[in-house]
């Protein structure tokens, strides 16, 4: 009867120890969910900033070869300066 009520307090142990780390796993969970969303978000506005240089960059570009007189003949697809 001894052992019966060992196996017992050994499995109920057990049982408590697993739901202790339930409990620490599902708040991880929760804080690396957390995480992800605060990283998309990040990506998302790196991208945006991005796109905002790259169609700054493409302007100035534009800007430079119209100050300079060259352009981009769509026939030859050569720059040619204009006379």
Known sequence: MKSDNGTKTGKLAKLTQLE????KLSEQLKTDKKT???LKKSL???DLKIQELESKLIY???SLLKKNGIYNSPMQGSNQKRN
């Open 36 to 38: 992800i969303v605060l």
């Open 44 to 46: 998302t506005e790196r």
């Open 20 to 23: 202790a780390e339930v409990a």
């Open 60 to 62: 100035a570009q534009q």
